[in-house]
């Protein structure tokens, strides 16, 4: 799990969660208890392509109390509209500049002025199940 602070002092949590033999799931939570489960109707779910490690981490950049994702495919928002002391928004990317802005291959691209890349360790912050 990482802790996300944005300008506006909210915190927003990345997680990973890993189900055995399966791929991991990366999720944005408003929870900050290490191992909660993802949450369907307050979470955001990270598309595939974004497991949190090296090759796949997730890049942010923050707008107040806005945490923009910008990934190449769309967040799977929550079920419910919530209260969330922080917003998430979503930000198109191609997979080719994604891949470039990851490094993957020698093509690494140096990140936008304001974008971060987060990796989520694999060793104890994963979340087993």
């Known amino acids: 799990m990482i802790a996300l602070r944005l300008p506006s002092g909210a ?3 990345l997680r990973r969660q890993a189900y055995s033999g399966k791929p991991a799931e990366v999720y944005i939570s408003h929870d900050g ?3 909660a489960p993802y949450d369907s109707p307050h979470d955001y779910k990270l598309p595939q392509v974004i497991q949190g490690g090296v090759d796949s981490p997730v890049l942010v950049s923050f707008e107040q109390n806005t945490l923009v994702v910008h990934a190449p495919n769309q967040l799977q928002q929550p079920t419910q509209a919530g209260t969330n002391s922080v917003g998430v928004a979503f930000q198109q990317l191609t997979l ?3 891949r470039a802005y990851v490094g993957v291959g020698n093509s690494g691209v ?3 002025k304001g974008w971060i890349r987060v990796e989520i360790p694999f060793e104890h912050n994963t979340c087993a199940l």
Request: with cysteine; proline share 8%; glycine share 0%.
């Open 96 to 98: 080719d500049a994604y």
């Open 33 to 35: 208890d290490f191992c």
């Open 110 to 112: 140096a990140l936008p």
């Open 11 to 13: 915190t927003a949590y």
